[in-house]
C-alpha cells in the first residue's frame, strides 16, 4: 500500500536521482497549510520582496525544496550577479561575510558562501546568501531599514546558480528555528511556492 504520495515536483526528480526523500519535519506540512490557505495567518509580519520594487524574480527553490532544502524552510531566488538586495525587513546587522571569492554544485564549497544576517525588533533574524565577493554594502551594528539596499547578489558558496537564499529564524526555547513568513507581492500577501515568479510592488 502506497502510504504517501509524492509531490508531482519530486517525481519528476525521481527519474533524474536515484533517490528522492522527503523530509519528516512537521514544519513542511504546516508551511504547505500556509500556502494553500487552509491554516490562516493573518497576525504574523509582512516581509518586503528582497529586490527592488517593480522587479520580478522566481524561486527556483522552495521551502524543504528537492536541492539543497530537503531540511530547510528557505527560499532560492534566482537573480543575476550583481542585482541589488534589499533588506526584507528593518534590524540590526549581526552578521556579513563578503571575503568568499568562490562557489560551485559541490558542498566542499559551502565555507566560501558569503552572507548578511539581520536582527529584528523581536529577535527573529533574517539571512541573505551567496553574496557577490565584496558585495556587502552594510557593516556589523549597522541598523537598516526595511527596503535599504544592503548587498550585491552573487555565486558564492554551495550553488548551481547565481541566486539569492533567503531566509529566517525565530528563537524558541533558546534553540533556533527557521520558519516561513509572509511577503508583500504586486498580488497580495503571500507565503511564496517554489518555481513561481514574484514581482516586488511598483512604488
Ligand atoms: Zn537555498
Known amino acids: ?22 523530509s519528516n519535519n512537521p514544519l513542511r506540512k504546516e508551511i504547505k497549510g500556509l500556502q494553500k490557505g487552509t491554516i490562516k495567518d493573518d497576525t504574523s509580519y509582512v516581509y518586503a520582496l528582497p529586490y527592488e520594487a517593480g522587479t520580478k524574480h522566481r524561486i527556483i527553490q522552495g521551502y524543504f525544496g528537492p536541492f539543497s532544502h530537503k531540511e530547510r524552510a528557505a527560499l532560492d531566488f534566482k537573480m543575476k550577479r550583481g542585482t541589488k538586495i534589499l533588506a526584507a ?13 568562490r562557489g560551485g554544485w559541490n558542498k ?18 533574517s539571512g541573505y546568501w551567496h553574496l557577490q565577493f565584496n558585495g556587502a554594502l552594510v557593516s ?9 539596499v544592503i548587498a550585491l547578489s552573487g555565486k558564492t558558496g554551495y550553488t548551481a546558480t547565481p541566486h539569492l537564499h533567503f531566509l529566517v529564524w525565530r528563537s524558541s526555547g533558546g534553540q533556533w528555528q527557521q ?17 513561481k515568479k514574484y514581482q ?3 512604488e
Not at 566542499?108 to 523581536?122: A, C, E, F, L, T
Open 1 to 22: 500500500m502506497i502510504k504517501n504520495i509524492l509531490p508531482a515536483s519530486c517525481i519528476i526528480l525521481m527519474a533524474l536521482f536515484s533517490s528522492c526523500s522527503v
Open 179 to 195: 520558519v516561513a513568513t509572509r511577503f508583500q507581492t504586486s498580488n497580495g500577501i503571500k507565503y511564496l511556492r517554489g518555481w
Open 140 to 148: 556589523v551594528g549597522d541598523t537598516v531599514q526595511k527596503g535599504q
Open 108 to 125: 566542499k564549497y559551502r565555507p566560501y558562501g558569503n552572507n548578511i544576517v539581520i536582527q529584528h525588533p523581536d529577535g527573529s533574524r
Open 200 to 202: 516586488s510592488p511598483a
Open 89 to 101: 525587513r528593518e534590524g540590526v546587522v549581526v552578521r556579513v561575510k563578503e571575503d568568499g571569492d
